[in-house]
């Protein structure tokens, strides 16, 4: 039977997208490819969101050309949809197609086999694009399981790449998105992480009402065996009547990842982002009212054109007065096609500078948080055998936490109720109280 391997770049949807073509492509007679056995396919799903996921894309392309000089080599994702040309002509690549083409992703690989050049499909989007609802059941290795539903975005902030890559925004409706949760109820998964490019636009297209308001009470009505995560929320669609709808959900993990970007009023309004920091940081204070004990990360972008010393002390002035959780630091990065591109860049080593900054707290803020819990007892979701530590397992907090802790493999996929002992590196290590759900 001939066998594939997929490489996955980018965000959780990139993930679900993967999980899609991989279903795909076994319901279509090719088997996922042993461990050290060389795949007859390699599909590699790419990132663009900035210049060094385009270049981690690029080496990684080349390495499994050189590795599986007899696989087919076939490229989609973000990067694909921005530069299909440029992907085309890296060695050994036999396709290239888009994120439109990735619900057709097992004729794909079967299409232009054995033609001299490579194969391109990739379509643009239309202003009224509709939502590819494919139905996803597996994700092999996985306790957790992801569902998109939501896809693209509607914002236009100046230095984003991601509208022009991903189309519009467009959300899978209300009765499908809990016929899917059922079925993934079925195959066992513990978690659930609600998806989306921009998840806070969900339903924002469909008829009215369908916002994410009005999905969390339907989602409240279920007596479900796993838990639920959402994935990022932009800070200017976190309404109140959201936060009191998500604070009566019985199973929602208290997590929550918003994008500030910049603590400065200038900066923000440069990048076309529609808050002031005064918006956010009473955003953060009012999350931390209904979730007092949530896990709140952010993500930074530094070194925006224009942005000064006072702007960057701003961001981290407020970034310091935040309960944040963890950072996820971004150095500002050109994309082509957006405003932001042309606009006089700051010196790379001050780029740089500034990121090491705004990292050194980020990793102070989560040293604080896992200190936080110590001799606390949480719900942790066993995922598996912790490599290296024969004996030991991994796993994940409910809030998000990295957690070690001494039991047997027939706890993967088990939540249990866990007291946290210490802090080693960035993880928690703990032991087990009690099964929870």
């Not at 339907?218 to 932009?234: D, Y």
């Not at 976190?238 to 929602?252: R, S, Y």
């Not at 980020?362 to 719900?379: D, I, S, T």
């Amino acid at each position: 039977m001939p066998s594939f391997q997929i490489i996955t770049f980018g965000c959780k949807v990139n993930q679900f997208d993967s999980a899609m073509m991989a279903e795909a492509l076994e319901d279509s007679g090719l088997a996922p490819s042993p461990a050290h056995g060389p795949p007859d396919l390699v599909l590699v799903n790419t990132c663009t969101v900035t210049a060094r996921a385009d270049q981690q894309a690029r080496q990684t392309i080349r390495r499994l050309a050189r590795e599986h000089p007899q696989a087919r080599l076939l490229v989609t994702g973000c990067y694909a949809q921005r530069a299909p040309e440029a992907l085309a002509s890296l060695p050994g690549v036999a396709g290239v197609f888009g994120n439109r083409e990735k619900v057709s992703a097992a004729q794909m690989a079967a299409a232009g086999a054995g033609s001299r050049g490579p194969l391109m499909e990739v379509g643009g989007w239309g202003r009224q694009e509709p939502f590819q609802d494919r139905e996803v059941t597996r994700f092999p290795g996985h306790t957790r399981a992801w569902l998109k539903i939501q896809e693209g975005c509607s914002h236009a902030c100046s230095y984003c790449i991601v509208p022009l890559v991903r189309g519009p925004g467009r959300s899978l409706p209300a009765d499908r998105v809990l016929a899917s949760l059922d079925r993934l109820a079925g195959g066992g998964f513990q978690e659930i992480v609600l998806t989306g490019v921009d998840l806070g636009q969900y339903g924002r297209d469909l008829p009215a009402p369908a916002t994410l308001a009005h999905l969390a009470p339907r989602l409240a009505q279920k007596t479900w065996p796993f838990r639920l995560r959402l994935s990022s929320l932009e800070p200017q669609e976190i309404t109140g009547e959201l936060v009191k709808a998500l604070a009566g959900l019985p199973h929602l993990c208290p997590h929550f990842h918003l994008p500030l970007q910049s603590g400065s009023g200038e900066v923000l309004r440069a990048m076309g982002r529609s808050y002031s920091p005064e918006d956010f940081r009473d955003l953060v204070m009012e999350l931390h009212r209904h979730f007092p004990a949530a896990a709140l990360g952010l993500d930074i972008l530094v070194g925006f054109p224009g942005e000064t010393a006072a702007d960057f002390e701003a961001t981290r002035t407020l970034v310091e007065a935040l309960p944040a959780a963890y950072l996820h630091v971004f150095p500002f990065s050109p994309r082509p096609g957006t405003p932001a591109q042309s606009r006089p860049p700051l010196p790379g080593g001050e780029i740089r500078r500034r990121a090491q900054v705004m990292r050194k707290l980020g990793r102070e803020k989560k040293q604080a948080f896992y200190q936080a819990h110590l001799n606390q007892v949480g719900e942790v979701l066993v995922e598996g055998p912790l490599s290296g530590r024969p004996g030991w397992l991994r796993g994940l907090s409910a809030d998000y936490l990295r957690v070690a802790l001494p039991g047997p493999p027939a706890w993967r996929n088990r939540r249990l109720a866990v007291r946290f002992l210490a802090v080693q590196d960035e993880t928690l290590v703990g032991e087990v109280i009690t099964r929870g759900g």
